[in-house]
């Protein structure tokens, strides 16, 4: 028996990846709204309903909006926006962080991580739960990412070579200056950590591919752990994990010319960690698919576990 799956937002970037992934699939049936009906709020309720699990692919408000409509005890949600994150009656779907695989499984309300906390979350939960990090570390962190991300008016913008030159979009552009992006909730929560981190986005001029930085000093430390240390760490915690992968100690074979190539996991659902540094520095470096791991990737993964099926199954590991 096939599980129906409804699309809420199927029109926009997340929404169509994962149509199109999971239209391959013969153990799944897609409930279907006409074009013309997607913002009518009965036909939502009726499918919402209707369906086994379904996707929120939407922003935040509108994505509160449906979670209200959902009456069915027997339909699952997994939200590809911001709206649950940190809610304590959602599971938050990243399962290669402790114990929450099973969560995840047995979930009625799972929430994918966002883009930028997702690698924020793997390259430091590992050493806060081991002590390495402090739970008081003053973070910073930043990310590179394509402008993919921005969604569709972000896509159309970049994609508008008039505009797009106009605007002087070729060149990155720092965001969320103010220190307010709206991962940040999130990535302290699922961190542990006891203070927001000090977070700094760049969009940049190419489509998809994110990477995220995290420096640290060993003198803050609280045993004045080593960049070797760190690596020995994040490669035990994901030793057995298919879509975390710490990459070599001595990494010079996967840069280019010393340069560190971002879009090397795209079209996967493949995140890579590199720890990188000398002395009283490290750097973690973790890069990965803001359409993949990030987005849909994630959200297809989250949903064959609760699913009880090949937790790989339909995504590329590399």
Request: hydrophobic share 35%.
């Amino acid at each position: 028996m096939r599980n129906t799956v409804f699309i809420d937002g199927q029109a926009g970037t997340t929404g169509l990846k994962i149509r199109e992934d999971l239209a391959k699939r013969t153990d799944i049936e897609l409930l279907q709204i006409d074009d013309d009906k997607r913002k009518d709020t009965d036909e939502r309720r009726k499918l919402l309903n209707e369906a086994d699990i379904v996707f929120f692919c939407l922003p935040d408000a509108a994505a509160r909006e449906s979670a209200s409509f959902v009456t069915n005890p027997r339909t699952r949600i997994i939200d590809a926006s911001t709206a649950f994150r940190t809610d304590n009656d959602w599971v938050y779907g990243l399962p290669e962080i402790h114990h929450q695989r099973d969560r995840i499984r047995s979930a009625s309300r799972v929430s994918v991580p966002g883009c930028h906390a997702t690698g924020l979350i793997l390259s430091l939960r590992p050493l806060i739960d081991a002590g390495i990090v402090g739970r008081d570390y003053p973070v910073t962190c930043s990310t590179v990412t394509g402008y993919s991300g921005a969604g569709k008016s972000g896509i159309a913008e970049y994609e508008n070579l008039t505009l797009a030159a106009a605007k002087q979009l070729n060149v990155p552009r720092h965001y969320s200056l103010q220190r307010n992006h709206k991962h940040i909730p999130e990535m302290q929560l699922l961190t542990g950590l006891t203070y927001e981190p000090s977070f700094t986005p760049i969009k940049a001029s190419y489509k998809q591919g994110i990477a995220m930085s995290v420096p640290l000093f060993s003198r803050l430390l609280p045993s004045k752990s080593t960049a070797r240390d760190i690596h020995d760490v994040l490669s035990e915690y994901y030793a057995s994990e298919r879509f975390v992968q710490v990459m070599p100690f001595d990494s010079d074979a996967h840069l280019d010319d010393g340069h560190f190539l971002i879009t090397a996991c795209n079209n996967t659902n493949r995140l890579e960690l590199f720890v990188f540094g000398h002395d009283d520095k490290i750097n973690i470096m973790a890069r990965y698919d803001n359409l993949g791991k990030g987005a849909s990737g994630a959200a297809i993964q989250n949903l064959n576990l609760m699913l009880g099926c090949d937790e790989g199954y339909c995504l590329k590991e590399r």
